[in-house]
């Protein structure tokens, strides 16, 4: 069975700092690795696919890498701003059509 | 383009009662997947949409049933309403089994 960890649970930093979430899963026969962002209360935002050929991909100021044989992916936000601060969730796919979520990161951007 | 809409966006319903939520995908998607959110918790997958017919299921009681029309919009059917019931219900639609793209969400209170 997948699971999926999500490591800090919490997350608080001054502005304008550069952070790292990490995401593990347990089986690395995935198809696809996605992260999320979550407000509270509202549904979740896709902010990057990595398929499982791929090391990496990047957007903007987020940056996520993938290591299927740690079962490993990172979420590199640069310059971080207080509009960053969210749960972010990692979420992969391993073939059966579902997706299997950690519980996420609460981030905190301090101006 | 509208994106995944879910409708209604909160519903307060009594213990034993059934429900119905409602998703339409974002447009040319032809699956939809449902997913449930408890508070602090990473979303858990209920099942999957595809040609209207249910190709996976999560691990969740036959309580929870749904349906996919001609145009791909879908419900999803809670009958006998328990208080563990109240949740984030979350509906995503994709192209095939890639990218995930999620609704707001609706917030079911079970009283």
């Known amino acids: 069975k997948q699971e999926v960890t999500q490591i800090p649970a919490a997350l608080s930093v001054p502005e304008g700092e550069n952070l790292v979430l990490n995401c593990s899963f347990t089986d690395s026969a995935i198809y696809n690795l996605q992260w999320f962002r979550q407000d509270p209360g509202k549904g979740l935002t896709s902010l990057l696919l990595i398929q499982s050929s791929q090391r990496e991909q990047t957007s903007g100021r987020l940056n996520a890498s993938l290591d299927k044989s740690s079962g490993r992916s990172t979420l590199y936000i640069a310059a971080s701003q207080p509009g960053d601060s969210a749960t972010y969730l990692c979420?992969?796919?391993?073939?059966?059509?579902?997706?299997?979520f950690g519980k996420g990161t609460k981030l905190s951007v301090i101006p | 383009d509208a994106g995944v809409t879910q409708s209604p966006t909160h519903l307060i319903k009594t213990r034993g009662q059934q429900v119905t939520l409602r998703c339409s995908p974002k447009s040319g998607h032809d699956t939809v997947s449902w997913y449930q959110q408890a508070l602090g918790q990473g979303p858990q997958f209920i099942f999957q949409?595809?040609?209207?017919?249910?190709?996976q299921r999560g691990n969740f009681p036959d309580r929870f049933s749904g349906h996919q029309f001609p145009n791909y919009s879908s419900e999803l059917n809670v009958n006998a309403l328990l208080l563990g019931d109240s949740a984030l219900y979350l509906c995503?639609?994709?192209?095939?089994?890639?990218?995930?793209?999620f609704g707001q969400g609706t917030r079911l209170t079970v009283v």
């Open positions: 979420a992969v796919e391993a073939g059966s059509y579902q997706l299997t």
């Open positions: 949409y595809y040609e209207e017919e249910e190709r």
């Open positions: 995503a639609s994709s192209l095939g089994t890639v990218e995930a793209f």
